[in-house]
């Protein structure tokens, strides 16, 4: 700590214990809160019957019939919004995607139910070909290729789809390149001009998505294959600032960093070169970790709060993590 004397007099004058003493004292040196306005609830939507994933104790698989009272729940807490994803039908998936075009799928009915039921809370709805896909890629292929030009026609066409059904944000999670431009030339076009962009524009390829792939029922198609040559490299950084900056000029209203925790250091950066409104993903990985070490005691329901805390503290305005409403509720009572 060269030249970094700012805290005036050491011990004894200077004792660091002295602020932390009293709980009223602690409320008052605090620097950062996480409150239920910084909370963003990824669901599951199927159309099938409810269905706890494994790989993700406490978290369902929700019917379209069951999707508004469930939303309800977390529009009443006073979370501000969530984020939709589809499993789809293993029939309906193929080389394309073009399920994904269709306006009737699990995606567009589930935010037209929500719309019309939940008036107040924002739905995020995923631009990305692998829920979709029979080979589990989140574009279209040829031979080994994940083919970007042609992939962005579709996405584009998906995230019309998604917006006429009344999506309020749109999130790419794609990493094609060139993707957040195609989509709000499209949008702006179509008379979508207010719709947001909220875009996945530090992704990695990375581990901590293996529960997810479970859930939506692309792990098995994906099987050994990676999506290293869209997603990022997790030894990168200065890489992460590119990605976002291009993202920023392409158009997009909010960037999201992903996975979270071990990768505070990049939501610190980017957010403080940067200024832009920036998200972090607790992805399913890290979700699993922290249910699973409550459920078996080793650790306390206490880390939730904790963890979601750091995420404020490294810059992040918000979290998309499926512990929203659990999270919320112990907000609310104050049990943490
Ligand atoms: C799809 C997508 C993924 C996640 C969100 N959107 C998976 C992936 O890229 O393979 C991961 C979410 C999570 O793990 O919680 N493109």
């Known amino acids: 700590m060269a030249n970094n004397n700012y805290t005036g007099a050491s011990f004894p004058l200077t004792r660091m214990r002295r602020n932390r003493l009293k709980d009223w004292s602690r409320r008052l040196i605090k620097e950062h809160t996480l409150t239920v306005n910084d909370l963003i609830w990824p669901i599951f939507v199927t159309a099938n019957k409810k269905t706890e994933i494994s790989s993700m104790p406490g978290i369902y698989r929700i019917p379209l019939k069951e999707i508004s009272n469930y939303v309800k729940k977390a529009q009443n807490i006073g979370i501000p919004a ?23 799928n699990l995606i567009c009915e589930a935010t037209r139910l929500i719309k019309n039921n939940c008036k107040s809370i924002g739905i995020i709805t995923d631009v990305a070909l692998d829920p979709y896909t029979n080979h589990g890629h989140d574009g279209i292929i040829e031979k080994d290729e994940i083919l970007n030009d042609e992939t962005l026609e579709i996405l584009g066409q998906q995230a019309l789809n998604q917006a006429s059904a009344g999506a309020d944000i749109i999130a790419p999670s794609d990493m094609m390149d060139g993707r957040v431009q195609h989509i709000r030339k499209l949008l702006d076009k179509n008379n979508f001009k207010n719709v947001q962009i909220m875009s996945y524009a530090a ?40 990605e976002v900056q291009l993202d920023i000029n392409e158009g997009a209203d909010l960037i999201m960093i992903k996975p979270g925790m071990p990768y505070l250091d990049i939501i610190y950066k980017i957010k403080s070169e940067l200024k832009m409104p920036t998200y972090a993903y607790q992805v399913s990985g890290e979700y ?45 009572d104050e049990k943490y």
């Open 203 to 242: 992704k990695y390829a990375s581990n901590f998505y293996g529960p997810f792939r479970n859930a939506i029922g692309s792990d098995k198609n994906l099987s050994k294959k990676s999506k290293k040559s869209y997603q990022m490299d997790y030894s990168n950084s200065d890489e992460a600032i590119r």
């Open 82 to 104: 969530i984020a939709l994803f589809p499993e789809t039908d293993p029939n309906l998936k193929d080389d394309i995607g073009s399920e994904a075009l269709n306006n009737n």
């Open 288 to 332: 699993s970790m922290i249910k699973n070490a409550i459920n078996s005691n080793y650790l306390s329901k206490n880390t939730i709060i904790e963890a979601l805390t750091c995420f404020k503290r490294a810059g992040a305005d918000g979290i998309l993590t499926y512990f929203a409403l659990e999270a919320a509720m112990m907000l609310k």
